[in-house]
């Protein structure tokens, strides 16, 4: 199986910042790419897919990079609501695999 | 509005067996592959099992094959996760999930609707 490996595991930020998580792959991926969002105590939701593809309805502060093996998501001013989890998952090939999360706190 | 709906989740004794159903609403359900993704209490997501939009083809995850049985009732617009031989390590929070229109097999798209989760929990 395809392992994702996401850094940082924590990151501390503050409203209005521009924050950066980045995901990779164990081997290439191509653009297979898909990035959620998660808060306690409910489901993910899609952000982006196809690596940098934004999800209908999500904000525009929200983007993503990459190919192959190294992939970023970005927030590019942070809002109170965007504190919360995020993962990587790749479904390039059987079986999808998740990164271990990321999570943003308030500083 | 799309939506899905997950019930059948409970307390179950190690080796003891349960159902999950996923009801789903707003789309034309009988088009899309569908999955299971657990995620156990404080951990990350872990992709369980898939399904392709007429039943065909299924797949799951090494941890459950064997024990986990995916279905669906395509008239009834509903996914279902048979489990049974189940461990404490089953124990988690079962989402459904669509897999995106790009999907050609069972899980090759990411999942743009999720289900509210259904809670799992094996104990004596």
């Known amino acids: 199986a395809i392992r994702m490996t996401q850094s940082p595991s924590s990151l501390s930020a503050s409203t209005g910042d521009r924050v950066t998580i980045t995901c990779r792959a164990s081997?290439?991926?191509?653009?297979?790419l898909a990035w959620y969002q998660q808060k306690p105590g409910k489901a993910p939701k899609l952000l982006i897919y196809?690596?940098?593809t934004l999800q209908s309805g999500v904000p525009s502060r929200f983007s993503g990079s990459g190919s192959g093996t190294d992939f970023t998501l970005t927030i590019s001013c942070l809002q109170s609501e965007d504190f919360a989890t995020y993962y990587c998952q790749q479904y390039y090939s059987y079986p999808p695999t998740f990164g271990q999360g990321t999570k943003l706190e308030i500083k | 509005e799309v939506q899905l709906l997950e019930s059948g989740g409970g307390l179950v004794q190690p080796g003891g067996s349960l159902r999950l159903s996923c009801a789903a609403s707003g789309f034309t359900f009988s088009s899309y592959a569908m999955s299971w993704v657990r995620q156990a209490p404080g951990k990350g997501l872990e992709w369980v099992s898939a399904?392709?939009?007429?039943?065909?083809?299924?797949y799951y995850a090494d941890s459950v094959k064997g024990r986990f049985t995916i279905s669906r009732d395509n008239s009834k617009n509903t996914l279902y996760l048979q489990m049974n031989s189940l461990r404490a390590e089953d124990t988690a929070v079962y989402y459904c999930?669509?897999?995106?229109?790009?999907?050609?097999?069972?899980?090759?798209?990411?999942?743009?609707?999720w289900g509210q989760g259904t809670m799992v929990t094996v104990s004596s």
């Open positions: 999930a669509k897999l995106g229109p790009r999907a050609v097999a069972g899980t090759d798209d990411a999942f743009d609707i």
């Open positions: 081997q290439g991926i191509s653009s297979y």
């Open positions: 399904i392709s939009g007429s039943g065909g083809s299924t």
């Open positions: 196809a690596a940098s």
